[in-house]
């Protein structure tokens, strides 16, 4: 071997060295370590939307995102305390998490792919699926967004909600009148003071922004949904181990719900004879081991937290949100998670 | 499966009441009801039990009737991905069921006959009660089957949303009135509970 071929063969190895030295640090693989080490999960939120994400006075966090980070804590920490929240605004959010000052976002974040491939980010699976949809006063006596042809319609502007209106219209040759306004508030007083026929906006907000009504039973909110709008929770890249926790408790809360456990009697199933049931709860297999828990992992989350319908219903179904697509596929919804086993 | 074993045994128990009894005799009563208390017609259900137009996927044809108890709603499905959903009150412990059935007669302001049982257990009930605003099956009822169930009204709107009768599915009196001029005699009714453990 000459010399030179040493060196050129010496120069290759250290490239490949340096090259995997920064593709290691690149790599995220502590997140589940980190969080051990902090006793506590770090969990991005919305800084107030009612039914996901609301502090009371005295700095105590309720909702249903809120609820889903205090499931991973409890799958980890076997206590759903053990999260600190981190309210950030939408523009910061997917900088934050990048930057690790969070270890989980669940903060109504819309799955799409540019967010995916363009922050290097990942949604482990739809937590809640939300759409567009159009509130119409209860005495217009409409079931369908098809018969809203000719409407004035109150949306509020430089919103993709406004795009998803016109091609909504065109899509099924529908004339309709824009009623437009840069701020929130400034739709909602116009629908109130009757200046338009329907409001459009996402289904959930819709809900929440009923309740502030003076008489919320006199609209109603139409079963269509005009856009999709998967919200999910969001973790980093290249950390395979943090990432599959994330997505397996959610997994876990929507199948204790299908097998019908419930915070209530979660004791009960822990005796149960059923082998879903079993493997759910950690007293057959050992399938919390390989993500890195405890065997009772998911059985933690149930006790502390309830499965998805629980969370569901003491959350955004009191606002009066029909289960409707977030229904388990097998009564009515298309909720569905891959079996445990 | 308890839910089925129960309904047959609930079915064969309805069957030798009704040996005993005159038409009419079968109404299941419900506890929480109060006979005589006159419904409060002003009473606003929670936004969440309100009678809606719902996303519902099922393979169930439009027409159908499905109740699904744990969730407190009945779902009567009208196809493309649609139902209207009425919030209701369902069987408490001991007197649930699943399953199958068609509604087999339909009543406006049905009479209340407690059965023997029933009268056993709350002594205080009343023999008879004729159908009126102060009956506890409320303004119509569909009978389901040969069966004791119902689906009727009431006359304690508050017991929407709760676990507290003998197996029939009460609604709110303005709701049941819509539902009974949606469905006819013979509509399937499709029954189903939470699994068990």
Redesign the interface.
Known sequence: MSFRKGLLIGLGVAAVVAAAAVTYERYDTKTLKRTIRRDAVLCGVNKGLPGFSTPDDKGNWSGFDVDFCRAVAAAIFNDPNKVKFVPLDANERFKELQSRKVDILSRNSTWSMSRETGYDLYFPAVAYYDGEGFMVPASRKI?TALELDGSKVCVQDGTTTLLNLADYFRANNMKYTEVKFGKLDEVVAAYKDGRCDTFTADASQLYAL??TLPK??DH?I??D?ISKEPLAPVVRQRDDEWMMIVKWTLYAMINAE????TSQ?ID??LK?K?PD?MRLVGTEGAYGEELGLTKDWAARIIRHIGNY?EVYDRNV?????????N?L?S????QYAPPIR | MIGMSRLFGRLALAASLLLLAAPGYAQQPDVGDEPGLIANDDY?L???L?K???????SEAPGTI?V?T??RYL?LVQGN???I?YGIGVGREGFTWQGLLKISRKAEWPDWVPPPEMIQRQPYLPRFMAGGPGNPLGARAMYLGSTVYRIHGTNRPDTIGTAISSGCFRLVNADVADLYERVPVGTKVVV?Q????
């Not at chain 1, 179904?317 to 697509?325: A, E, N, Q, S, W």
Request: net charge positive; no cysteine; proline share 10%.
């Open positions: 079931d009923r309740q919320p039973g109603v139409l079963p949904m299908e097998l019908g456990i009697n009960e199933a149960s059923k049931v319908g179904g009191k606002l009066g949100i029909p289960r409707g697509m229904q596929w009564a009515g919804g298309i | 606003e929670p936004p969440e309100r809606q137009v719902v996303f519902f996927r099922s499905v699904q744990s969730e779902y991905n649609r139902a959903r189903r939470r699994p068990e453990l």
